[in-house]
Structures are given as C-alpha cells and as structure tokens.
C-alpha cells in the first residue's frame, strides 16, 4: 500500500519533468527549423549570384542578389544572437520586384532547358511590405517551378479589387524533355533535393500571413499554379507614365 501511494504521489513530478522536456523539445525545434529557413534564404540568393557570374548577367541582377544575401544574413544574426528586428516596412512599387526576380533565375530556367516569361497586367501597384520578404518569397516560388514543374515557366501579375495577385505557373512535369535531365542544372537540383525540407514554400507563407496576404498551390501532371496575393497600400496604384 506504501509503494502504491508513492507511486501515485510521483505522477505529478512525472507529468512536470515530462511536460518540461517536450516544451524544450518544441522550442529547439522552432529554432532549428528558423535557422534551417534562415540557411536557405542565404543559399537562394549567393546560388543566383554564382549564375549570374557564370552568364554575364547584368550588375543589377548581382546588386538585387547581394543585397537578398545580407537581408538573409542578418535575420540569421538576429535568430542566433536575438538582437531585436529592425522596422522595415515600406511603400513599394511591385513591379521593379518581380523584374528583378524574373531576370535572376531566367539563367537557372535556360540552363535546364526550359524559358521563363514575365507578363505584367496590373498598373502600377503600390503595396506596403518588407521588400527583402516578398523579393525572397517570389524567388522561391520562381526556382520551385524550374526545379519541380514542367520547362515553360510564366510569372504574371494582376489587379483584383484591392490586392494584387502574382502566380508563377510552369507547363508540367510530363512537358519535360528526356535530354533534361541530364542538364548540368538538373543534376545539381537532384542532389540538393536530399536535403530540402520545403523551406521555400515555408518562407512563402510566411511572408504572405505577414502581410495579410494570401498564398496557394495547386500541382497536378499538368502543371503547377502558385498563387501570391498582396493588399495594396492606401492610394496603392500609381497613374500610369
């Protein structure tokens, strides 16, 4: 009778000790998986840099690639020594951003075989965002349809009442040519895609909750579609020039 009341009496510190230990558990994962994130948005920038070097891109694509690079390198400061974030929200115009993002990975599409198309239809659209956040998020959603879909990428962008809609739509995995696969490029995304844990599409919604925006993806043989929507800023479409 003793040892059953000794037993029953320690259930609690055996709930606290359990409890304390799954708590830390959760906590270090949440670390490891922001600084795993942290990890690959300073990847994605540095591999547009080496293409970039590699095909004699323009300075600005390697400028917008730098700047993605030190953005990446101080959140992972932030992470790792917990200085506090900076403000930085602003008013900016989209499309400069998604040109941008366009031309850094139109290299990465050609070396597969593949194009990649930007079609504009949306004006001239002011939203109000952390640019590094949303040029990573659209870099992301870029090399998931060259590495993933078909070769016929098209990003396009629209107007929708008050938010500004961008997809990047490719042609389909069952587009690809047989020779592709061979490609230096898609060798290499093969052999990265051992490790990669979907923190691209992770870093995608994030960005989108951030800005109370909204994100989706729709895949099928045929193709993929992600989605990516902003709300504009106040007075958020600039008169056309």
Excluded at 30 to 46: D, F, K, V
Excluded at 106 to 112: D, E, F, I, V
Aim: charged share 25%.
């Amino acid at each position: 009778m003793t040892e059953l009341v000794e037993v029953v009496a320690g259930w609690p510190l055996a709930a606290s000790i359990a409890a304390a230990v799954t708590v830390r558990e959760l906590r270090a994962g949440r670390r490891r998986t922001a600084l795993n994130e942290g990890l690959h948005e300073l990847r994605r920038p540095l591999q547009s840099i080496v293409l970039a070097a590699g095909s004699g891109a323009a300075p600005r694509v390697v400028e917008g690639s730098a700047q993605l690079a030190a953005a990446a390198l101080e959140r992972l400061d932030r992470e790792i020594n917990g200085v506090a974030p900076r403000p930085s929200r602003e008013v900016v115009a989209v499309r400069p951003l998604l040109e941008s993002a366009v031309g850094r990975w139109r290299g990465r599409a050609s070396l597969g075989g593949g194009t990649l198309a930007l079609r504009w239809q949306a004006g001239e659209p002011l939203v109000e965002v952390d640019r590094h956040d949303v040029a990573q998020a659209l870099d992301n959603l870029i090399v998931n349809a060259i590495e993933h879909g078909g070769p016929e990428i098209v990003v396009e962008a629209r107007l929708r009442a008050d938010r500004l809609r961008m997809t990047v739509a490719d042609s389909g995995r069952a587009s690809r040519p047989e020779s592709r696969r061979e490609t230096p490029a898609e060798l290499l995304a093969r052999l990265s895609g051992r490790r990669r844990r979907g923190h691209g599409l992770a870093v995608v919604r994030r960005a989108a909750a951030a800005h109370r925006g909204r994100f989706a993806l729709q895949c099928s043989e045929r193709g993929s579609l992600a989605v990516l929507e902003l709300p504009l800023a106040v007075d958020g479409v600039k008169p056309a020039a």
